[in-house]
Every structure is written in structure tokens, then in C-alpha cells.
């Protein structure tokens, strides 16, 4: 069983930065695209970055581009997302997913909230 564990999330500043992590168990990322969602409430799901398997090729929605950066270590099973000059619309669950377009497993889920 494949788990997606998020983490980092948390309250801060707009302006401020956060790195989400997300790790996974159960099953290598090494031949998968990894995504990063967010949805906030009322809102519908969002998908913000990915990031692909082979040569790290990554995108983003024109939200989030130059602000947002996906990455990840094969070697430690975990997908990141750097997240800077945040701003008070990005508050959002944020959960990474295996997969983009589609997706077959994500995780719970990390909250972030923007203050202005």
C-alpha cells in the first residue's frame, strides 16, 4: 500500500516562505510524476506543480510560477515543494499526489495559512 505523508505546513506572514515535504512509503517514486495540489475552501482543487519522473522536468500554473518551486530525492523517497513570497490567496490544504494529470495516491494533506 502506497502512503503519501505531507508535511511542513503551518501559518506565516505574506511574504513569508514554507517548504512542504512530502514523503512516501510503500512503493518507489522513482518512475512516477509527482504533484502538488492545493484546494481551498469553497474552492475547487487546483493543480499547482509537477514534477517528472526522468529528467526533472517540472511545471507550474501561472499562479504559483516563480514563486513556487517542486523538486525531489529519489534516494529518499520524498517530493518538496519550496514555496516563497507567500501570499494571503495561497491558504489552502496542500497535498502532493502520485501523478498529475491523474492520479492514483495522494496524501492527507498539509494546511497553510497566509496572514496579511
Known amino acids: 500500500q502506497v502512503q503519501l505523508v505531507e508535511s511542513g505546513g503551518g501559518l506565516v506572514q505574506s511574504g513569508g516562505s514554507l517548504r512542504l515535504s512530502c514523503a512516501a512509503s510503500?512503493?518507489?517514486?522513482?518512475?512516477?510524476?509527482m504533484g502538488w495540489f492545493r484546494q481551498a475552501p469553497g474552492k475547487e482543487r487546483e493543480a499547482i506543480s509537477c514534477?517528472?519522473?526522468?529528467?526533472?522536468?517540472?511545471k507550474y500554473a501561472d499562479s504559483v510560477k516563480g514563486r513556487f518551486t517542486i523538486s525531489r530525492d529519489n534516494d529518499r523517497n520524498t517530493a518538496y515543494l519550496q514555496m516563497n513570497y507567500l501570499r494571503p490567496e495561497d491558504t489552502a490544504l496542500y497535498y502532493c499526489?502520485?501523478?498529475?494529470?491523474?492520479?492514483?495516491?495522494r496524501g492527507q494533506g498539509t494546511q497553510v495559512t497566509v496572514s496579511s
Open positions: 514534477i517528472s519522473s526522468s529528467d526533472g522536468t517540472t
Open positions: 499526489a502520485r501523478g498529475f494529470g491523474s492520479t492514483d495516491y
Open positions: 510503500g512503493s518507489s517514486l522513482d518512475n512516477y510524476v
